[in-house]
């Protein structure tokens, strides 16, 4: 194929970061297996390996596939991840040098977090190359296969024979291009069954089932939040890697009594986020909330505020706080489960941000998963401030 035609194609192909020049030594491959001891205690926890894809494309003859680089978690070893309605996604450290296992068991004990399946692999692809006659000698080199993981501290749990670990640790990308090296940023050694709360549940179909019968798949167990507040979790609203809100709690007594009253749930805005809010008789102000097919024009937005019967609120302003879940604590009479507050599920939120210095408005649902008290937040759309926020 022409030249300017092949590059075209490997850009739309490999997004990531081309990783090689002309005078750079292009590091032949795939490299051999490595196995990497995270924990210290003499046994391999993760395999640092490799793959070829092999594509048969008619459009592109002569790219016949890639090879791969990654690693691997060997049995016995589990990485966490955050596993809430908001939140789905690999659990990262924010200072790499202090891994607090309290902490951890906090957000594993109120389901927060949970570990892959130590009987399973868990892998992650990090490095490419393409090959093929079309794949010219400028082309030819590794790249980043798009999974962002260089540079973020993960977290993994190994347990064997010799007792369990707590690691934290890195995936580096040294020059010259097409090795992956892992890095050890902390290690503790815990009590053996540590983290257990979190482990990932394995689906079954009940027994009396039949095999692939159409209706009747595995479902997965209810979750039951247990009382208490738990550590509080940040969400990202509009993926600009800017904390929006965040679920939060606290106690409110009971008639000013200490050891009576309910554990209060909720989100609040963190600053730079504020919510819209309208103000409804008497001149209270409610929490602005738009229905499924309705829009918030520009025009709609601009006369409510000058006129007072819209407000943005933030934390600078005033407490800003949507109660949504309760679970009584130190009262009898009351059975001790948490319940919602059904109002807090009607319609969209609207809430104003900043994204890379642009400010923008977008509508957020308030989701629940079950009834054992775990809840979250959906973003449902979000648009530039001056445009149309509408609920689809």
Request: hydrophobic share 40%; glycine share 10%.
């Amino acid at each position: 194929m022409p030249r300017c035609s092949a590059l075209l194609v490997l850009a739309v192909l490999f997004p990531g970061l081309h990783v090689t020049a002309q005078d750079e030594r292009i590091i032949p491959g795939p490299p051999p297996d490595e196995y990497v001891d995270v924990t210290g205690d003499g046994i391999a926890d993760l395999l640092i390996t490799n793959r070829t894809i092999h594509i048969t494309d008619p459009e592109q003859p002569g790219y016949l596939g890639k090879h791969l680089v990654g690693v691997r978690t060997l049995s016995g070893n589990a990485i966490l991840m955050w596993n809430t309605p908001s939140t789905q996604r690999w659990y990262t450290l924010e200072d790499s040098t202090r891994l607090d296992t309290a902490l951890l068991a906090a957000r594993i004990h109120f389901k927060q977090l949970s570990w892959t399946d130590e009987d399973h692999p868990t892998e992650f692809w990090l490095l490419e190359r393409p090959f093929g006659p079309a794949i010219t000698k400028d082309q030819d080199g590794w790249y980043g296969t798009g999974d962002h993981h260089e540079g973020h501290t993960l977290v993994l749990r190994s347990a064997n024979h010799r007792g369990t670990s707590v690691a934290a640790f890195a995936f580096e990308l040294p020059f010259p291009y097409g090795r992956v090296v892992v890095a050890t940023k902390y290690v503790v050694r815990v009590l053996n069954g540590y983290g257990e709360e979190g482990d990932l549940i394995v689906l079954q179909r009940e027994p009396e089932e039949p095999p692939f019968d159409f209706g009747h798949g595995p479902v997965e167990p209810q979750v039951i939040v247990p009382s208490g507040i738990p550590p509080d979790e940040r969400v990202n609203l509009n993926s600009d890697e800017v904390d929006d809100l965040v679920i939060t709690g606290h106690i409110q007594p009971a008639n000013g009594m200490t050891d009576q009253g309910q554990f209060l749930r909720g989100i609040s805005p963190l600053p730079g986020t504020q919510f819209l809010m309208t103000r409804e008789r008497w001149g209270v102000l409610n929490y602005f909330r738009l229905q499924e097919g309705e829009v918030l024009t520009p025009e709609r937005l601009s006369n409510g505020l000058s006129s007072g019967i819209l407000v943005w609120a933030s934390t600078a302003s005033s407490a800003v706080f949507i109660p949504i879940a309760r679970h009584p604590f130190g009262m009898t009479e009351q059975p001790l489960a948490w319940t919602f507050e059904e109002d807090a599920f009607q319609g969209v939120y609207v809430y104003r941000t900043m994204e890379y210095g642009r400010p923008m408005i977008g509508g957020l649902e308030i989701v629940a998963a079950g009834s054992g008290g775990q809840f979250g937040v959906r973003p449902q759309t979000w648009v530039e401030e001056g445009q149309v926020l509408e609920v689809r």
